[in-house]
């Protein structure tokens, strides 16, 4: 089974400029996460999707954070302008479905992340 | 809102030492505990997990047991080796299919074994 896709693997931009990530996660998986890890820190969720609708984007910057996850498969989270405290690496996961919700437990398989630096 | 707290690194052990890693949690209602491992220039694996009060998780040496009365979930290893060099994180999460069901993760313990 093909885990978790993400790319690019790495990017250097410049501040006020544009990027983009995109993740495709394991296939028949209805739940996808992005996270932010700051490096010395732990990740930190930015948006969860649930199909192809927002569960939570409570500590996404929508001024200039955006995601979408259209056809409820791939995602792509977008940071346009860019600021230096953007540099990250951006994770993403998905979680395999339930029979019963609310039972068991919530396993989320990561992706190898994008490193992005900022200057 | 709920948290992870866990022993600050780097640590760094000998090969065959006895590890132990803190880590406590603040959580409303019932969350399901893991500890994830970041090897270097590796992604996030789950290295174990417990969902209820008193669950003893357990992998490739690991263990930690869900321990509703202290609010801590603490991984132990017996013997380390240098291949357990990584980053350790300590996480929570709540019920699947829900807006809890996002991990919240500790700051992450940098673990270096020597030979």
């Known amino acids: 089974e093909a885990g978790v896709a993400q790319s690019p693997r790495y990017k250097i931009i410049e501040k006020r400029q544009s990027v983009a990530f995109w993740c495709n996660p394991i296939s028949g998986h209805a739940t996808l996460y992005w996270y932010q890890q700051i490096l010395g820190q732990g990740p930190k969720l930015l948006i969860q999707f649930q199909n192809n609708g927002v569960v939570d984007d409570s500590q996404l910057p929508k001024d200039r954070f955006s995601a979408e996850r259209l056809k409820g498969v791939d995602s792509t989270l977008k940071i346009q302008p860019a600021k230096l405290e953007d540099s990250a690496v951006y994770l993403c996961a998905s979680s395999s479905p339930m029979s019963k919700a609310g039972v068991g437990y919530n396993e989320q398989f990561f992706g190898p992340g994008t490193r992005l630096t900022v200057l | 809102g709920d948290s992870v707290t866990q022993m600050e690194g780097p640590v760094t052990l000998s090969e065959e030492a006895f590890l132990t890693i803190n880590c406590t949690y603040t959580?409303?209602?019932?969350?399901?505990l893991f500890w994830y491992v970041q090897y270097p220039g590796e992604g996030l694996q789950l290295l174990l997990k417990a969902t209820k009060a008193d669950d003893k998780g357990s992998n490739k040496g690991f263990e930690a047991t869900y321990r509703k009365e202290t609010t801590s979930f603490h991984l132990e290893k017996g013997s380390v080796q240098v291949s357990d060099s990584a980053v350790y994180f300590c996480?929570?999460?709540?019920?699947?299919?829900?807006?809890?069901?996002?991990?919240?993760f500790g700051s992450g313990t940098r673990l270096s074994i020597r030979p």
């Open positions: 959580a409303t209602g019932y969350p399901s």
């Open positions: 996480a929570l999460s709540g019920p699947p299919y829900s807006s809890a069901s996002k991990i919240i």
